[in-house]
């Protein structure tokens, strides 16, 4: 097998492409393999294979079809080398059924989000109107890790996310430590809220029936590492005034937007469609950061 450190790294080797129909059913598998053995707190939510297939499918494919979903291809072979499953965020999800193994995950995001909207500096506005990307799931290919694939992917999502012309903001919550130091440390995203797992509880009745009063208890044994999960948000053109320059952006309209995402008021709302003339594969851009020489690792 070749040496990984003298394999080209990055935009070298790879291709980021926007996903077709027929990568879907690889990409699909590449996420339950990287979920299953390489995300710490999927593994101890002990989720089978298929229910994580079935949820990542339910998921993606919509968006799949809409052309927001990101593939990156090795340049050598041809092989996909992993991808990022990116949705038109809507403000109100559904919860998942009870039950489902993934809800002590799902209830932390809530809280997560509870806690991202305290921020003033936050994309309400963009999401009550549908201009958030969100990078729903990503995951590595096994055997190209450590390649600068997952760094090459994300960087993608914000020149990707202006490229069509609707977004304003890119939404992620990182769950592992080397997204949280892409996107925290490499890309500079902002870190809007952060738990750690061993510190959140559930409050509800039915959550603990559901599942205990500590899900997480044991979730960092036998590592040095503690395990937490961010809400990150990037601001297309910030440097331009991206964060403000929209008037639903505006702080002076952040009280409307909050009244609107609790009365789920879907005025606002579009839902975004592929333009026709939206013909993207191979998606070409500049800024790509592959090393962070002297960067803090979390
Ligand atoms: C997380 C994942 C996407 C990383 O992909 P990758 O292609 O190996 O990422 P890259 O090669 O671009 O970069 C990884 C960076 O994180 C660092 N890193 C790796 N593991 C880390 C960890 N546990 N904590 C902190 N940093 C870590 C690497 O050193 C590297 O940083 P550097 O470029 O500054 O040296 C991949 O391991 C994966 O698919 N995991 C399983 C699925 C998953 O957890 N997805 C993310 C859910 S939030």
Redesign the pocket.
Known sequence: MANTTTLP??KDGFTVEVMKEEDFDTCLDI?VQ??S???K??MHLKVPRQHLKANFKKDSYESMKQGLALVARDKSNGKL??FLFNVQQYPWPKPLPKGDPLNPLYDVGDTLYEKAFSENGIGLGAVITGAVLRVG?????DG?????????L?SACIPFAKSKKVFRRVW???????????WT??LKYHLRSEIKFKDWKPTKPSQIQQYGPDPWKDLDNGSD?IQKIGMCEGVIDEEEGGLRRNCYDKACCYGFMFCALLCKCTCCWKKYTKSADDNVSIFEFDDVI???AG?D??
């Open positions: 790294k990055g996420a990287a979920f053995t390489r995300n707190v999927v080398a992993g799931a990503g995951g590595t290919a190209y890790e450590g390649r600068g694939v997952g760094t090459l994300r992620v919550e990182p769950a592992h430590g080397a997204t949280f130091h892409i440390n490499k590492r592959t090393t962070t960067v690792k979390v």
